[in-house]
Structure formats: structure tokens, C-alpha cells
């Protein structure tokens, strides 16, 4: 059935639309990646009545359930890299890496390419390099990406490629929703909750002490809820499990396998992370601090250090919370009340981070979408 959904998608694609239909193409590959896009589609849909063209490579992505008008849907997977290769649009947007480095290449057709980032963290350890080489635009959200991306381009001679201050929808959605919930949470939980919500690898914080750390707080009196990125789910579904076998009795744990829902970072009291990118839309989407495990960082460019450029992800730990060592879990209910307690100090701290590294707070669908336009009109 998957087969004949994405065969008849394909065909659709390429011989039933309208090419004047056609000009807008976003690109997801599964469902978790639309919370990136919402803000932009509806930008350019309601607000500018363009037509878009949605594809997914996630046969069970809401959206291909949702009609509405100017939205088409398709389901592409194991025939992208041939839809890709003669796909033919003014824009193509996509939140996936390494265009035309691997199995997806950029089409022989002229098409415009943007990327739109899927996290705050900076450019240059864990992405590949040369991740963004063959794109024609990116939609920077601070000025970190510019100055990263620009030294890049200097350092390996590349053209440069037209960098846009947008900002980061999904900052601004995690922002609007947890002041709503503040206003409409209906009771005080006894209980603090501690979300941990880490990176994906072989020594972050799920894979190197999940079991010990979820103990810990369990023991301490904490509701618990753990997030895995998706990465480690597929990756290391018996670790998932075991964690699930071994607490899921426990009334005050909870386990959340899904990043398309902002629920538990809403009502979370105390993040736990590494490096990973949840960690800023934490402390700039709810401005409250966050206390990180000094697990081995996730480096996927060996070469990160050649820009000199210190990664936003990492100096910015310090600012935003406090980092321990994994080797010290047993402090972590004293720094849990050490954050708390000065929670209203790091909110003014990390509303002046926002304010630096985030371009456009409020404002990035409207600025992306006038620049897809132009680009569309141009």
C-alpha cells in the first residue's frame, strides 16, 4: 500500500498539477519537522495566497490527512532521489543537510534551493562538512550561522551564498505556547518535573547514564520524562525499551517518543541535556535555565575548530545554566534547587541572550516568506 500511496504521489507530482501550482515545494522527512515549516506555510498560504506543494517522507505524517486550501500533499520516500533529480520548481525548502553530497542531488532543473534550520545550534561540529555547500539561500537564525557560514566559505573558497536574517519559528511557537500555559494551567504540581531531553550518540546522556540518572530522580521524588531523540530511538530501540520495561511501572515516569508535541517542554520544571539544540529552545522559549550533563560532545566535522569559532551551543551552557559531570549525578538535587531558586536571575540573563542570537523574535515566518516570494516573483 506504502508503495502504491507513493507511486501515485509521484505521478500526481509530475503530471497532474499545474506547474503555476508548483512554484513552492517544502520538503520534510517525517512528521516531526513540520512544527519548522507551520509558521511559514501559513505565512504564505493565508496571508499571501500562494500555492505550496508539502512533501513527506512519513506515510503516517498528519498532514497528508489535513485538507485545506492552496496545501498540496504528497508522500515521496524510496523514490526521492529520483523525484529530486527532475523535480522542477522555483523554490525548493527543506530542513534536511547535505543536499548533493550523498543520494539526493540538486535537480537538473534551475531550482532555487533554501534551507531552513531545524535548530539554534551553531553550523560546524554537529553538522558534516560542507553540510551546506550546495545550497542557493539559508535562513540563518542568528548571527552566529552568518559568521560561521561566511568563514567557512572564505577558508575552502566557496561561493557565497545568500544568507537571510530570519530567525526561528519554532523558538517563537514553544515561546506563545508556554506563556498560554502559564495562564491556563489550572493546578500547582506538587511534584517538580524534570524533562530529559538529550542528543543522540553513543556517549550522550540516554546511552552513557539514562538508567543511574532516571533512578536518581525517581528516587529523589521527581516526576521524570524522558525524551529520546529520534536518532536514538532508531538507533538504539533496545536501550528505549529496557528504560520503558524497567520504570514504566513507576506512576511518575513517562516516556515520550514523539518531538512533535511541545508538552513536556511546557511543563517541565528543570530540563536535563548535553549539546543538543533542545537546550536553547528551552532557555529561550520558557526563559528558564538548564542544568547539562558534561557528556562527550556529538562531533560530526572533525575539522570544527578550523574556523575558530567556539560553537553558540557550547559557550552559551554556562550562561543559561550549569554543567556537571555525569560522574557527579548524586548533586544533581542540589543544583536543581540552586536553579530554581535563582530562576528570575537567569530569565533576565537569557532574555538578553535571545535578544543577540535570535533574529526577528516574533517575526521570522513573515521575513522567510516575503524573501520565498521574491524569490518566486524574481
Not at 558534561?294 to 554543567?323: A, S, W
Request: one cysteine or more; hydrophobic letters at 40%.
Amino acid at each position: 500500500m506504502k508503495l502504491l500511496k507513493e507511486i501515485f504521489s509521484f505521478c500526481s507530482f509530475f503530471w497532474k498539477i499545474p506547474e503555476e501550482e508548483k512554484k513552492i515545494v517544502i520538503y520534510a522527512e517525517h512528521y516531526g519537522y513540520y512544527p519548522n515549516y507551520e509558521g511559514l506555510i501559513e505565512e504564505l498560504i493565508s496571508k499571501n495566497q500562494q500555492n505550496v506543494c508539502y512533501i513527506t517522507s512519513d506515510s503516517k505524517d498528519p498532514i497528508l490527512e489535513k485538507e485545506r486550501p492552496g496545501l498540496k500533499k504528497f508522500y515521496i520516500k524510496n523514490l526521492l532521489p529520483f523525484f529530486m533529480l527532475f523535480i522542477k520548481c522555483k523554490v525548493f525548502i527543506m530542513t534536511m543537510t547535505d543536499l548533493n553530497q550523498f543520494h539526493i542531488k540538486r535537480s537538473i532543473n534551475p531550482v532555487h534551493y533554501v534551507y531552513i534550520f531545524h535548530a539554534i545550534v551553531s553550523t560546524h561540529m554537529v553538522y558534516r562538512g560542507g553540510s551546506f555547500d550546495y545550497y542557493d539561500s539559508i535562513l540563518c537564525v542568528g548571527p552566529h550561522h552568518i559568521e560561521e557560514i561566511r568563514k567557512y566559505e572564505e577558508l575552502h573558497k566557496l561561493p557565497c551564498k545568500k544568507l537571510i536574517k530570519a530567525g526561528f519559528y519554532r523558538l517563537e511557537r514553544i515561546y506563545a505556547k508556554y506563556k498560554k500555559y502559564l495562564i491556563e494551567k489550572s493546578a500547582v504540581e506538587k511534584k517538580l518535573i524534570v524533562l530529559i531531553a538529550p542528543s543522540w550518540g553513543a556517549n550522550n546522556i540516554i546511552e552513557s547514564c539514562g538508567k543511574p540518572l532516571v533512578k536518581l530522580l525517581l528516587k529523589k521524588g521527581y516526576k521524570v520524562i524522558v525524551r529520546p531523540h529520534p536518532e536514538t530511538i532508531r538507533r538504539f530501540p533496545k536501550l528505549i525499551e529496557d528504560l520503558s520495561i524497567e520504570f514504566g511501572d513507576n506512576p511518575d515516569f513517562y516516556l515520550e517518543r514523539s518531538i512533535a508535541t511541545d508538552d513536556s517542554v511546557l511543563k517541565s520544571d528543570i530540563l536535563i541535556c548535553d549539546c543538543s539544540g533542545i537546550a536553547l529552545e528551552y532557555a529561550f522559549g520558557t526563559e528558564r535555565p538548564v542544568l547539562f550533563l558534561d557528556v562527550p560532545y556529538k562531533i560530526r566535522n572533525e575539522k570544527f575548530k578550523e574556523l575558530g569559532i567556539e560553537p553558540l551551543e557550547l559557550f552559551v551552557r554556562k550562561k543559561i545554566g550549569i554543567v556537571i559531570s555525569p560522574k557527579k549525578l548524586d548533586t544533581i538535587p542540589r543544583v536543581i534547587a540552586k536553579l530554581k531558586s535563582e530562576k528570575e536571575e537567569y530569565k533576565e540573563r537569557i532574555i538578553r541572550l535571545r535578544k543577540k542570537y535570535i533574529y526577528n523574535f516574533g517575526h521570522s515566518s513573515k521575513i522567510s516568506a516575503k524573501y520565498i516570494i521574491d524569490l518566486v516573483e524574481g
